[in-house]
């Protein structure tokens, strides 16, 4: 199966603190890519990160980090010093190389709906 | 540079009328998606273009579900007879390249046309 669980529907923080919004993803292929979007209230899809599954370095990007983890098959995505601007929605999103089936899409998880309050 | 853009940003139609979603991907970008986004189903895939040609049609829903391209670029998505269950947003992304070309292959979404069926 290949399948994207975002098991956290909401989450709820105070400006400042920091969040860390959980991805697990199953997949039967050992090459895969993973992806990270964030949908403001405005609707458009923004996207943050990709990673391949041969690339285990975790990333970080000023307040943004991600950690892959094969092992555990995750890729959780931390905000450190949250802000009001943060809150989105957030997608993890799973895709297959060229050379399998259904190579096309992007499979997405169920988002995580982050509230950031002042 | 200019992002995808998607007309109209909303639509509402009346059950049984035909309705038609156009996308305008970033220039230079070979390949365009099409999802759907609905309080029941998530964001789900429907269409993978490369070029004018449909490659992966597979998440179509139904046959009153139909796409195409032209000129490498401008796409329409047109649903025929709608019913309520369409009501949805429906998103298209383009990427510089083919999945599999690497980062270029990495999906950059526009921000929706908005359907209702009453």
């Known amino acids: 199966a290949q399948k994207v669980t975002q098991a956290q529907t909401e989450i709820s923080v105070v400006e400042k603190e920091d969040v860390t919004l959980d991805c697990v993803y199953e997949?039967?292929?050992?090459?895969?890519?993973l992806f990270w979007y964030k949908q403001p209230p405005s609707g458009e899809l923004v996207f943050l990160i990709r990673r391949n599954s041969f690339d285990e370095q975790n990333e970080i990007s000023g307040r943004y980090s991600w950690n892959f983890q094969k092992s555990t098959s995750s890729f959780n995505f931390t905000i450190t010093a949250s802000q009001v601007v943060d809150s989105a929605v957030y997608f993890c999103a799973l895709r297959h190389p060229a050379f399998s089936g259904g190579y096309n899409k992007l499979i997405f998880g169920a988002g995580t709906r982050l509230a950031v309050h002042p | 540079g200019a992002g995808v853009s998607q007309s109209p940003s909303n639509k509402v139609t009346e059950k049984g009328k035909d309705v038609e979603l156009r996308c305008d991907p970033i220039?230079?970008?070979?390949?365009l998606y099409w999802y759907r986004q609905s309080l029941g189903q998530g964001l789900e895939f429907l269409i993978y273009f490369q070029g004018n040609s449909a490659p992966d049609k597979s998440g179509l829903p139904s046959d009153r579900f139909s796409a195409e391209r032209t000129g490498g670029s401008v796409s329409t998505l047109t649903i025929q007879r709608t019913q309520q269950e369409d009501s949805a947003v429906y998103l298209c992304?383009?990427?510089?390249?083919?999945?599999?070309?690497?980062?270029?292959?990495?999906?950059?979404f526009g921000p929706g046309t908005r359907l209702t069926v009453l």
């Open positions: 992304a383009s990427s510089l390249s083919p999945p599999g070309a690497g980062v270029e292959d990495t999906q950059y």
């Open positions: 997949t039967r292929d050992t090459t895969y890519y």
């Open positions: 220039s230079g970008h070979t390949a």
